[in-house]
């Protein structure tokens, strides 16, 4: 729980959530996380916040204005969980097994499209909305170590 300037708690009536793949490499989960979560930012301007700036007055760019909650679950768990977040319409960021072998946006988004939705190999999911609409589409998944 976060606190506002004031002191008070701040709650979010909306959460962002990652879902990634358990048995992906460490390396992969980070690559991953990146990936998702940069989309978010580009399409729902809301979930960032203002820009920082030091005492020195250096400016630093804008992050979520909220936390970002990482959880990791079974192939199984994360394939149902894609089809929870399309059928509640949420807004959402996938990465797909056959990302890792692709090393631009162009062949990504080529990788991606080539594929029919229900036979994605999903390794990661990110998923923005209200609190509950997101806890329902990762039901079953543990938050990650």
């Keep these: 729980m976060s606190t506002d300037i004031a002191g008070a708690p701040l709650r979010f ?3 962002i959530a990652v879902l990634l793949r358990e048995d992906l490499a460490p390396w ?7 990936f998702l979560v940069s989309g978010l930012g580009t399409q729902i301007p809301e979930v960032i916040g203002e820009p920082y700036e ?4 250096v400016g630093y760019l804008p992050m979520f204005r909220q936390p970002v909650l990482v959880f990791e679950a079974t192939k199984e768990t994360l394939t149902a969980a ?3 977040v ?3 319409s949420l807004p959402r960021a996938v990465f797909t097994s056959d990302l890792f072998a692709t ?4 062949d990504n988004r080529a990788a991606v499209r080539a594929v029919a939705t229900a036979d994605l190999d999903v390794v990661g999911l990110a ?3 209200p609190r509950n609409g997101v ?3 990762v039901k079953g998944a543990r938050m990650h170590p």
Excluded at 103 to 106: F, I, M, P, T
């Design 54 to 57: 030091d005492a020195d007055g």
């Design 103 to 106: 090393g631009n946006d162009r």
């Design 135 to 137: 806890d329902k589409v």
């Design 82 to 84: 894609h089809g929870r």
């Design 13 to 15: 009536d909306t959460k």
């Design 28 to 34: 992969q989960r980070l690559n991953v996380t990146s």
């Design 86 to 88: 399309l059928a509640r």
């Design 127 to 129: 998923v923005y909305g």
